[in-house]
């Protein structure tokens, strides 16, 4: 495994992406300029035995020396300079996930609303209390769910950002009663950008 280095950033918050070998390797190089450009720096991990699921337990479980923990899909960048204020916004409330709204849509016929780990963040502090959640998928939860599911059982605080725009629709967002949509290059509150698959090559 391949964690790049520390920055002065890191003892309030780390943003944390990960890939493999399988992702166009244009992709983390681009990631890294857009985080550049607003004056940020994401540790990429790259390892070629975890899944998404194995990348998020051994964040969450192993890095204790910063306050906050933010994780992007490796396609997954901010978009305004805004993005990082509101972000601490929602988060200094105590007990609080923020990220973006997902529904596995082949799971519980989508209504299973849950923080993304596509983006999403948390303090560790929070994380110990909960004892660390799997965050592994499962035959009835997708990578990540449980701790949404996790935090909604025991109280907690659940911040969802929520599509401001769609470049092609393609799944349903289960939001009772009003079903919003969301699909490839999605724009979550205006300020977070994700262009869903294009790790694999299917989005120039």
């Not at 300029?33 to 337990?57: A, C, M, P, Q, Y």
């Not at 993304?116 to 660390?132: C, H, K, Q, V, W």
């Amino acid at each position: 495994m391949l964690l790049n280095r520390r920055n002065k950033h890191d003892a309030t918050f780390k943003i944390f992406s990960f890939y493999n070998s399988k992702v166009n390797r244009k992709v983390p190089r681009y990631q890294r300029r857009v985080f550049r450009k607003f004056g940020f720096h994401v540790h990429h991990v790259i390892d070629e035995n975890f899944s998404h699921g194995d990348f998020l337990n051994h964040i969450c479980r192993t890095v204790k020396d910063t306050r906050y923990l933010i994780f992007f899909d490796v396609d997954c960048v901010p978009v305004s300079r805004k993005w990082f204020a509101a972000l601490m916004e929602d988060l200094r409330q105590p007990d609080t996930i923020v990220g973006a709204a997902q529904t596995a849509n082949h799971l519980r016929d989508g209504k299973n609303l849950y923080v993304g780990p596509f983006f999403l963040a948390i303090s560790t502090e929070y994380l110990a209390r909960l004892g660390y959640p799997d965050m592994n998928m499962t035959e009835d939860m997708d990578a990540a769910q449980c701790l949404t599911g996790t935090i909604r059982g025991q109280g907690g605080n659940i911040r969802f950002w929520w599509p401001t725009h769609v470049e092609e629709e393609q799944w349903d967002l289960y939001d009772p009663p009003e079903r919003k949509r969301f699909g490839l290059g999605t724009t979550y509150n205006g300020m977070v950008y994700h262009a869903f698959l294009s790790r694999f090559d299917l989005a120039d």
